[in-house]
Protein backbone atom coordinates (compact mmCIF):
# COMPACT_ATOMS: atom_id res chain seq x y z
CA UNK A 1 0.00 0.00 0.00
CA UNK A 2 1.09 3.30 -1.07
CA UNK A 3 0.03 6.59 0.89
CA UNK A 4 0.96 10.07 -0.18
CA UNK A 5 0.40 12.67 2.56
CA UNK A 6 0.19 15.94 0.81
CA UNK A 7 -0.25 19.89 1.20
CA UNK A 8 1.03 19.86 4.54
CA UNK A 9 3.74 22.30 6.31
CA UNK A 10 5.97 18.97 7.27
CA UNK A 11 8.66 18.94 9.69
CA UNK A 12 11.24 16.32 9.23
CA UNK A 13 12.53 17.40 12.51
CA UNK A 14 16.42 16.46 10.96
CA UNK A 15 16.32 18.94 8.57
CA UNK A 16 14.28 22.07 7.50
CA UNK A 17 10.56 21.96 7.21
CA UNK A 18 8.61 22.19 3.77
CA UNK A 19 5.64 24.09 3.72
CA UNK A 20 3.29 22.25 1.12
CA UNK A 21 5.50 18.99 1.50
CA UNK A 22 4.57 15.26 0.84
CA UNK A 23 5.69 12.71 2.69
CA UNK A 24 5.03 9.46 0.63
CA UNK A 25 4.28 6.17 2.63
CA UNK A 26 5.66 2.63 1.04
CA UNK A 27 4.47 -0.13 2.99
CA UNK A 28 5.96 0.14 6.08
CA UNK A 29 8.29 2.64 5.01
CA UNK A 30 8.91 6.18 3.87
CA UNK A 31 9.96 6.34 0.44
CA UNK A 32 10.07 9.96 -0.02
CA UNK A 33 9.92 13.37 1.67
CA UNK A 34 10.24 17.18 -0.02
CA UNK A 35 7.81 19.32 -2.09
CA UNK A 36 5.04 18.34 -4.32
CA UNK A 37 7.81 18.91 -7.42
CA UNK A 38 10.10 16.86 -5.71
CA UNK A 39 8.10 13.48 -4.66
CA UNK A 40 6.94 11.78 -7.54
CA UNK A 41 3.13 10.19 -6.08
CA UNK A 42 2.46 6.97 -8.38
CA UNK A 43 -0.62 6.24 -9.91
CA UNK A 44 -2.94 4.69 -7.44
CA UNK A 45 -1.87 5.50 -4.46
CA UNK A 46 -4.01 6.69 -1.63
CA UNK A 47 -3.41 10.51 -1.33
CA UNK A 48 -4.40 11.89 2.05
CA UNK A 49 -4.90 15.76 1.93
CA UNK A 50 -2.93 17.83 5.06
CA UNK A 51 -3.30 21.46 4.10
CA UNK A 52 -3.18 24.03 6.68
CA UNK A 53 -1.99 21.07 9.13
CA UNK A 54 1.50 19.83 10.14
CA UNK A 55 2.92 16.58 9.55
CA UNK A 56 5.70 15.57 12.02
CA UNK A 57 7.30 11.85 12.88
CA UNK A 58 5.76 10.11 15.66
CA UNK A 59 7.38 11.05 19.25
CA UNK A 60 9.21 8.32 21.42
CA UNK A 61 8.77 8.60 25.44
CA UNK A 62 12.08 6.31 26.00
CA UNK A 63 11.40 5.78 29.57
CA UNK A 64 8.18 4.34 30.06
CA UNK A 65 6.20 1.65 31.85
CA UNK A 66 3.47 0.89 29.21
CA UNK A 67 1.82 -2.30 29.41
CA UNK A 68 4.17 -3.16 32.19
CA UNK A 69 2.42 -1.37 34.48
CA UNK A 70 -1.35 -1.05 34.15
CA UNK A 71 -3.18 1.81 36.18
CA UNK A 72 -5.92 1.07 38.09
CA UNK A 73 -5.10 -3.08 38.39
CA UNK A 74 -3.32 -3.07 41.52
CA UNK A 75 -0.93 -5.90 42.25
CA UNK A 76 -2.34 -7.96 38.70
CA UNK A 77 -1.39 -5.46 36.56
CA UNK A 78 1.51 -3.98 38.11
CA UNK A 79 4.89 -6.15 36.41
CA UNK A 80 7.37 -3.45 36.97
CA UNK A 81 9.76 -4.27 39.37
CA UNK A 82 11.07 -7.86 39.89
CA UNK A 83 12.34 -6.47 43.43
CA UNK A 84 13.76 -10.50 44.55
CA UNK A 85 17.45 -9.78 43.01
CA UNK A 86 19.73 -6.55 43.35
CA UNK A 87 21.28 -7.62 40.41
CA UNK A 88 18.41 -8.39 38.05
CA UNK A 89 20.16 -7.82 34.69
CA UNK A 90 18.54 -11.22 33.54
CA UNK A 91 14.83 -10.01 33.92
CA UNK A 92 13.16 -8.78 30.69
CA UNK A 93 10.32 -6.22 30.34
CA UNK A 94 9.22 -7.60 27.15
CA UNK A 95 8.57 -10.83 29.41
CA UNK A 96 5.40 -8.71 30.85
CA UNK A 97 4.05 -6.40 27.88
CA UNK A 98 0.20 -6.33 27.75
CA UNK A 99 -0.34 -4.70 24.51
CA UNK A 100 -3.90 -4.24 25.67
CA UNK A 101 -3.30 -1.84 28.56
CA UNK A 102 -5.44 1.12 27.58
CA UNK A 103 -2.39 3.12 27.71
CA UNK A 104 -1.05 2.58 24.04
CA UNK A 105 -4.17 3.98 22.90
CA UNK A 106 -3.62 7.07 24.96
CA UNK A 107 0.12 6.96 23.47
CA UNK A 108 -1.42 7.32 20.12
CA UNK A 109 -3.66 10.20 21.01
CA UNK A 110 -0.29 11.96 21.76
CA UNK A 111 0.89 11.32 18.79
CA UNK A 112 3.41 8.65 20.86
CA UNK A 113 4.27 5.89 18.24
CA UNK A 114 7.27 4.28 19.67
CA UNK A 115 8.71 3.83 23.37
CA UNK A 116 11.07 2.40 25.25
CA UNK A 117 9.62 -0.20 28.09
CA UNK A 118 11.72 -0.24 30.87
CA UNK A 119 12.03 -2.33 34.30
CA UNK A 120 11.29 -0.11 37.64
CA UNK A 121 14.01 1.03 40.30
CA UNK A 122 13.35 -1.19 43.08
CA UNK A 123 16.32 -2.79 42.45
CA UNK A 124 19.70 -1.33 41.96
CA UNK A 125 19.93 -3.55 38.50
CA UNK A 126 16.14 -3.63 37.31
CA UNK A 127 17.08 -5.79 33.80
CA UNK A 128 16.88 -5.41 30.11
CA UNK A 129 14.44 -2.82 28.52
CA UNK A 130 12.61 -3.25 24.59
CA UNK A 131 11.82 -0.95 22.53
CA UNK A 132 7.95 -0.99 20.56
CA UNK A 133 5.48 0.47 18.80
CA UNK A 134 2.52 1.90 20.66
CA UNK A 135 -0.04 -0.53 17.64
CA UNK A 136 0.01 -4.40 17.92
CA UNK A 137 -2.11 -6.76 18.55
CA UNK A 138 1.28 -8.90 20.43
CA UNK A 139 4.67 -8.22 21.32
CA UNK A 140 5.86 -9.98 17.62
CA UNK A 141 3.87 -7.38 16.10
CA UNK A 142 4.94 -4.00 18.49
CA UNK A 143 8.44 -4.82 19.62
CA UNK A 144 11.19 -3.44 17.02
CA UNK A 145 14.29 -3.83 19.29
CA UNK A 146 14.48 -6.95 21.42
CA UNK A 147 17.62 -5.79 23.95
CA UNK A 148 17.99 -1.63 24.23
CA UNK A 149 19.63 -0.98 27.50
CA UNK A 150 19.92 -2.10 30.91
CA UNK A 151 17.81 -0.44 33.65
CA UNK A 152 19.75 0.46 36.84
CA UNK A 153 19.11 2.80 39.62
CA UNK A 154 20.98 4.80 42.62
CA UNK A 155 19.08 6.49 45.39
CA UNK A 156 16.19 6.97 47.41
CA UNK A 157 14.27 3.78 45.82
CA UNK A 158 16.81 0.68 45.70
CA UNK A 159 17.41 2.23 48.96
CA UNK A 160 14.56 2.23 50.40
CA UNK A 161 13.15 -1.09 49.01
CA UNK A 162 15.83 -3.27 50.02
CA UNK A 163 16.37 -1.29 53.22
CA UNK A 164 12.57 -2.44 54.70
CA UNK A 165 12.87 -5.90 53.04
CA UNK A 166 16.22 -7.82 53.88
CA UNK A 167 18.59 -4.77 54.63
CA UNK A 168 20.89 -5.19 51.84
CA UNK A 169 21.48 -2.86 50.39
CA UNK A 170 20.19 -0.20 52.70
CA UNK A 171 22.16 2.75 52.11
CA UNK A 172 24.06 4.92 48.90
CA UNK A 173 27.55 3.11 49.78
CA UNK A 174 25.87 -0.51 49.42
CA UNK A 175 23.46 0.12 45.95
CA UNK A 176 26.84 1.50 44.29
CA UNK A 177 28.50 -1.01 45.73
CA UNK A 178 26.50 -4.06 44.81
CA UNK A 179 26.34 -2.64 41.11
CA UNK A 180 30.60 -2.63 41.49
CA UNK A 181 30.35 -6.29 42.21
CA UNK A 182 28.40 -6.99 39.41
CA UNK A 183 30.06 -5.86 36.79
CA UNK A 184 33.18 -7.11 38.26
CA UNK A 185 31.90 -10.64 38.16
CA UNK A 186 30.87 -10.16 34.66
CA UNK A 187 34.44 -8.78 33.39
CA UNK A 188 35.97 -11.93 35.32
CA UNK A 189 32.92 -13.42 33.46
CA UNK A 190 33.85 -12.51 30.21
CA UNK A 191 37.66 -13.42 30.55
CA UNK A 192 36.63 -16.64 32.27
CA UNK A 193 33.76 -17.22 28.64
CA UNK A 194 36.92 -15.75 26.34
CA UNK A 195 39.75 -17.78 27.74
CA UNK A 196 37.26 -21.36 27.45
CA UNK A 197 36.41 -20.43 23.92
CA UNK A 198 40.06 -20.15 22.65
CA UNK A 199 40.40 -23.42 24.32
CA UNK A 200 37.85 -25.30 23.28
CA UNK A 201 36.20 -26.18 26.56
CA UNK A 202 32.73 -25.99 27.55
CA UNK A 203 31.40 -22.90 29.66
CA UNK A 204 28.45 -22.43 31.42
CA UNK A 205 26.22 -19.53 30.32
CA UNK A 206 25.16 -17.46 32.99
CA UNK A 207 22.14 -14.79 31.81
CA UNK A 208 23.09 -12.27 34.26
CA UNK A 209 26.43 -12.12 33.75
CA UNK A 210 25.99 -12.35 29.86
CA UNK A 211 23.61 -9.08 30.06
CA UNK A 212 26.36 -7.00 32.28
CA UNK A 213 28.93 -8.34 29.39
CA UNK A 214 27.09 -6.79 26.80
CA UNK A 215 27.10 -3.41 28.90
CA UNK A 216 30.95 -3.73 29.07
CA UNK A 217 31.37 -4.46 25.09
CA UNK A 218 29.54 -1.54 24.42
CA UNK A 219 26.35 -3.80 23.07
CA UNK A 220 23.68 -2.44 25.52
CA UNK A 221 23.86 1.40 27.03
CA UNK A 222 23.27 1.68 30.69
CA UNK A 223 19.93 3.43 32.05
CA UNK A 224 20.62 4.88 35.26
CA UNK A 225 17.55 5.81 37.27
CA UNK A 226 19.40 8.97 39.42
CA UNK A 227 17.60 12.29 40.40
CA UNK A 228 19.93 13.88 43.00
CA UNK A 229 23.42 15.66 41.41
CA UNK A 230 25.14 13.51 44.06
CA UNK A 231 23.90 10.34 42.99
CA UNK A 232 24.44 11.56 38.93
CA UNK A 233 28.20 12.09 39.91
CA UNK A 234 28.01 8.23 41.33
CA UNK A 235 26.59 7.20 37.79
CA UNK A 236 29.41 9.02 35.81
CA UNK A 237 32.23 7.68 38.56
CA UNK A 238 30.93 4.08 37.89
CA UNK A 239 30.49 4.37 33.79
CA UNK A 240 34.34 5.84 33.78
CA UNK A 241 35.38 3.04 35.54
CA UNK A 242 34.07 0.32 34.20
CA UNK A 243 33.88 1.84 30.68
CA UNK A 244 30.23 1.46 30.08
CA UNK A 245 27.50 3.76 28.07
CA UNK A 246 25.62 5.89 30.57
CA UNK A 247 22.14 7.46 30.15
CA UNK A 248 21.30 9.56 32.62
CA UNK A 249 17.35 8.92 33.48
CA UNK A 250 14.99 11.02 35.36
CA UNK A 251 18.11 13.54 35.83
CA UNK A 252 16.25 16.05 38.47
CA UNK A 253 19.07 17.95 39.64
CA UNK A 254 20.90 17.34 36.72
CA UNK A 255 20.62 21.12 35.83
CA UNK A 256 22.69 21.61 38.68
CA UNK A 257 25.68 19.89 37.20
CA UNK A 258 24.73 20.49 33.46
CA UNK A 259 28.20 21.65 32.44
CA UNK A 260 29.63 18.29 34.14
CA UNK A 261 26.85 16.63 32.12
CA UNK A 262 27.49 18.37 28.74
CA UNK A 263 31.81 17.94 29.47
CA UNK A 264 31.45 14.25 30.02
CA UNK A 265 28.69 13.97 27.16
CA UNK A 266 26.55 12.13 29.36
CA UNK A 267 22.95 12.64 27.27
CA UNK A 268 20.01 13.12 29.84
CA UNK A 269 16.35 11.92 29.30
CA UNK A 270 14.41 14.09 31.76
CA UNK A 271 11.33 13.91 33.82
CA UNK A 272 8.60 13.53 34.27
CA UNK A 273 8.23 17.42 34.68
CA UNK A 274 4.18 17.14 35.38
CA UNK A 275 5.44 15.70 39.06
CA UNK A 276 5.24 16.76 42.74
CA UNK A 277 8.05 16.67 45.29
CA UNK A 278 6.77 13.47 46.59
CA UNK A 279 10.06 12.42 47.72
CA UNK A 280 13.42 13.98 49.59
CA UNK A 281 15.09 13.77 46.23
CA UNK A 282 12.61 15.98 43.99
CA UNK A 283 12.86 18.60 46.07
CA UNK A 284 14.80 20.54 43.42
CA UNK A 285 12.55 19.87 40.39
CA UNK A 286 12.62 22.76 38.08
CA UNK A 287 10.73 23.20 35.22
CA UNK A 288 13.56 25.18 33.77
CA UNK A 289 15.74 21.75 33.86
CA UNK A 290 15.11 21.67 30.44
CA UNK A 291 16.08 24.87 29.13
CA UNK A 292 19.62 24.87 31.01
CA UNK A 293 20.50 21.30 29.91
CA UNK A 294 19.70 22.18 26.45
CA UNK A 295 21.65 25.71 26.39
CA UNK A 296 25.12 24.10 28.65
CA UNK A 297 25.11 21.25 25.32
CA UNK A 298 23.48 18.23 27.26
CA UNK A 299 22.10 15.94 24.47
CA UNK A 300 18.28 15.96 26.06
CA UNK A 301 14.83 14.00 26.06
CA UNK A 302 11.71 14.76 27.86
CA UNK A 303 9.78 11.38 29.49
CA UNK A 304 6.58 10.79 31.14
CA UNK A 305 7.78 8.10 33.15
CA UNK A 306 4.17 6.62 32.17
CA UNK A 307 1.75 5.71 34.28
CA UNK A 308 3.89 8.21 36.64
CA UNK A 309 2.11 10.97 33.95
CA UNK A 310 -0.06 9.73 31.25
CA UNK A 311 2.16 9.05 28.35
CA UNK A 312 -0.63 11.48 25.96
CA UNK A 313 0.65 14.39 28.66
CA UNK A 314 4.39 13.70 26.78
CA UNK A 315 4.32 16.87 24.40
CA UNK A 316 2.22 19.23 26.98
CA UNK A 317 5.91 18.34 29.17
CA UNK A 318 7.73 19.78 26.00
CA UNK A 319 5.22 22.79 25.99
CA UNK A 320 5.84 23.68 29.42
CA UNK A 321 9.78 23.09 28.85
CA UNK A 322 8.99 25.78 26.64
CA UNK A 323 7.46 27.96 28.25
CA UNK A 324 10.54 27.84 31.00
CA UNK A 325 13.12 28.90 28.25
CA UNK A 326 13.64 25.43 26.15
CA UNK A 327 14.12 26.68 22.70
CA UNK A 328 10.78 25.32 20.47
CA UNK A 329 13.21 23.06 17.77
CA UNK A 330 15.17 21.59 20.81
CA UNK A 331 11.53 20.40 22.28
CA UNK A 332 10.49 18.77 19.40
CA UNK A 333 14.23 16.89 19.38
CA UNK A 334 13.57 16.08 22.59
CA UNK A 335 10.36 13.98 21.89
CA UNK A 336 11.85 12.70 18.31
CA UNK A 337 15.75 12.51 17.10
CA UNK A 338 17.18 12.97 20.41
CA UNK A 339 16.04 9.82 22.34
CA UNK A 340 16.25 7.92 19.11
CA UNK A 341 19.94 8.82 18.63
CA UNK A 342 20.96 8.12 22.91
CA UNK A 343 19.31 4.42 22.58
CA UNK A 344 20.14 3.62 19.22
CA UNK A 345 17.30 3.59 17.42
CA UNK A 346 18.22 6.74 15.28
CA UNK A 347 17.87 3.85 12.09
CA UNK A 348 13.94 2.68 12.03
CA UNK A 349 12.56 5.80 13.90
CA UNK A 350 12.62 9.40 15.19
CA UNK A 351 12.69 11.71 11.70
CA UNK A 352 10.68 11.99 8.29
CA UNK A 353 13.39 10.26 6.22
CA UNK A 354 13.61 7.99 3.25
CA UNK A 355 13.91 4.06 4.45
CA UNK A 356 13.26 5.17 8.46
CA UNK A 357 9.96 3.04 9.52
CA UNK A 358 6.76 5.08 8.28
CA UNK A 359 5.35 6.36 11.78
CA UNK A 360 4.26 9.80 10.83
CA UNK A 361 1.62 11.86 12.70
CA UNK A 362 -1.07 14.93 11.05
CA UNK A 363 -1.50 17.10 13.39
CA UNK A 364 -4.36 20.19 13.78
CA UNK A 365 -1.18 22.73 14.21
CA UNK A 366 1.96 23.10 15.71
CA UNK A 367 2.02 20.70 18.19
CA UNK A 368 4.07 22.78 20.86
CA UNK A 369 0.48 25.06 20.29
CA UNK A 370 -1.34 23.55 23.56
CA UNK A 371 -4.58 24.08 21.38
CA UNK A 372 -3.48 21.43 19.03
CA UNK A 373 -3.99 17.71 18.52
CA UNK A 374 -3.05 14.69 17.01
CA UNK A 375 -5.89 14.03 13.72
CA UNK A 376 -4.11 11.06 12.40
CA UNK A 377 -1.55 8.47 13.41
CA UNK A 378 0.30 5.98 11.19
CA UNK A 379 2.41 2.87 12.60
CA UNK A 380 4.96 1.48 10.07
CA UNK A 381 2.63 2.81 7.38
CA UNK A 382 -0.61 1.56 8.94
CA UNK A 383 -3.39 3.82 9.73
CA UNK A 384 -3.88 3.14 13.20
CA UNK A 385 -5.43 6.49 14.74
CA UNK A 386 -8.21 8.85 13.70
CA UNK A 387 -9.74 11.65 15.60
CA UNK A 388 -13.16 12.04 14.92
CA UNK A 389 -14.81 15.64 15.12
CA UNK A 390 -18.25 14.66 15.06
CA UNK A 391 -17.83 12.48 18.91
CA UNK A 392 -14.77 14.88 20.00
CA UNK A 393 -12.65 11.12 20.35
CA UNK A 394 -9.77 9.30 18.92
CA UNK A 395 -10.88 5.82 17.30
CA UNK A 396 -7.84 3.23 17.52
CA UNK A 397 -7.88 0.30 15.07
CA UNK A 398 -8.65 -3.05 16.32
CA UNK A 399 -6.29 -4.96 18.40
CA UNK A 400 -8.31 -7.96 18.45
CA UNK A 401 -8.26 -10.78 15.84
CA UNK A 402 -11.52 -10.91 13.86
CA UNK A 403 -12.68 -13.87 11.65
CA UNK A 404 -13.86 -12.26 7.94
Known amino acids: MTTAITGGYVVPVDGEPIDGGTVLIDGNTIAAVGTATDVHIPDGAERVDASGQWVLPGFLDVHAHLGVHEDGEGWSGDDTNEATDANGARFR???????????????????????????????????????????????????????????????????????????????????????????????NY????????????????????????????????????????????????????????????????????????????????????????AKVELRHRSLRAPGILDRAGVRLAITTDHPVVPIDFLVYQAIVAVKEGLAPASALRALTVNPAGMLGLADRVGALAPGLDADVVIWSGDPLDITSRALRVYVSGRDVYRFDHDTGEGVVADRVYRER
Do not use: C
Open 93 to 187: AVDGIDPHEVGFDDALAGGVTSAVIKPGSANPIGGQTVAVKTWGRTAFDMVFRDRVSVKSALGENPKRVYGEKDKTPSTRLGVAATIREAFTSAR
Open 190 to 277: TARREQARAEGKPFDTDLTNETLSAVLDGTLPWDQHTHRADDIVTAIRLAEEFGYRLIVNHGTEGHRIADLLAERDVPVILGPIFTTR
